[in-house]
């Protein structure tokens, strides 16, 4: 038996990652475009589970904790689904 990814989902994630390198270059291109007279900056910086927010104002702050969320529930859940299949393996 294999273990890893399937080479479906290898290219699934592959073809994901280019999408949002490429909506990036896009979201990038277009703050360039129509620049504004105030500018708002922040940071989420994901070291496993543990999150570090960089913000100056609480607007920011605010919608990086919005955005952090549903990642911290999605990382929890993606660990507990490899614990269960990982036990369920050994047995």
């Not at 909506?23 to 070291?47: C, R």
Request: hydrophobic share 60%; aromatic share 4%; net charge positive.
């Amino acid at each position: 038996m294999s273990r890893g990814p399937s080479p479906a989902s290898r290219a699934l994630l592959s073809m994901l990652g280019i999408l949002f390198i490429f909506i990036g270059i896009v979201l990038m291109i277009l703050g360039f475009l129509a620049p504004t007279g105030k500018v708002q900056a922040g940071g989420l910086i994901l070291i496993g589970p543990i999150p570090l927010i960089l913000g100056g104002e609480l607007s920011t702050i605010q919608l990086l904790i919005i955005i952090l969320l549903p990642i911290i529930i999605f990382i929890l859940m993606l660990l507990l689904m490899l614990r269960k299949t990982s036990m369920e393996e050994e047995s």
